[in-house]
């Protein structure tokens, strides 16, 4: 029952902008954590970027400075404001969501938005 919806992205030029969002939606009470994931052809999917329900976030070392990650407790949606893209951002973008049971967590996967980024 539990669903993630990605949106967002699309074409973009060199040096431009684009903001992801993803809801999640179903029978939850809580998301531990958030995080966005991207995979490219040929290549492992990985992490982008995460945060915890608190606020805390980490960054893959090439996209600080440059992408922007948040979440909106409320309505359980998380961002990605990406800036300054480069080609090599092209990929399919993932959003990720751990959920909390009493038993442990799930990890629950968006189906994926494409971001390309070419002039």
């Known amino acids: 029952q539990v669903q993630l919806v990605e949106s967002g992205g699309g074409l973009v030029q060199p040096g431009g902008s684009l903001r992801l969002s993803c809801a999640v939606s179903?029978?939850?009470?809580?998301?531990?954590?958030m995080g966005w994931y991207r995979q490219a052809p040929g290549k492992q999917r990985e992490l982008v970027a995460s945060?915890?329900?608190?606020?805390?976030?980490n960054y893959v070392d090439f996209v600080k400075g440059r992408f922007t990650i948040s979440r909106d407790n409320a309505k359980n949606t998380v961002y990605l404001q990406m800036n300054s893209l480069k080609p090599e951002d092209t990929a399919v973008y993932y959003c990720?969501?751990?959920?909390?049971?009493?038993?442990?967590?799930?990890?629950?996967w968006g189906k994926g938005t494409l971001v390309t980024v070419s002039s």
């Open positions: 179903g029978n939850i009470f809580s998301i531990a954590a």
């Open positions: 990720n969501a751990e959920i909390p049971t009493i038993t442990g967590g799930i990890n629950y």
């Open positions: 945060i915890t329900s608190g606020g805390s976030t």
